[in-house]
């Protein structure tokens, strides 16, 4: 099993890989299906595209949002493609750890030159 702080570190070293070999400008979903791909190789257990139900008060909403990764059913990973990370997106990542109960996640749009700069790690501090 390992650690949040490994499988974090794990997760950026994949999307760097697939930034080298990308680059920046394409869709979303390419760099969703290019990320799956290489987390399986370096078999790290990912799911995309995963339907969530939220419960409010007791009333079950199904299907109340979609994560687009979340990795080893511990890290929520929320991609993007975007010319600029708006504060909304972390205060989106974090409603997704609250609801799912999870601690980490990270935000990471390829839409940059160098993808350092567009990695964000997004703690809930419960």
């Known amino acids: 099993m390992r650690s949040i702080d490994e499988l974090s570190y794990n ?3 994949c999307a760097m890989e697939v930034h080298k070999k990308l680059g ?3 869709l979303e979903s390419v760099y969703e299906q ?20 939220v ?4 009333l079950v909403i199904p299907n109340g949002f979609r994560l687009d990764l979340i990795v080893d059913d511990e ?17 989106q990542l974090l409603t997704y750890l609250r609801i799912m109960d999870k601690r ?8 940059t030159t160098n993808l350092r ?8 501090k419960y």
């Open 11 to 13: 997760v950026i070293g």
């Open 24 to 26: 920046p400008g394409l």
């Open 34 to 53: 290019a990320l799956v791909h290489e987390l399986n190789l370096r078999g790290i257990s990912v799911r995309s595209q995963v339907d969530i139900d």
């Open 55 to 58: 419960n409010y008060k007791g």
């Open 75 to 91: 890290l929520i990973v929320e991609l993007k493609s975007v010319e600029d990370i708006r504060p909304l997106y972390h205060k």
């Open 104 to 111: 980490i996640g990270l935000l990471i749009n390829f839409n």
């Open 117 to 124: 700069d567009g990695i964000k790690r997004i703690v809930n």
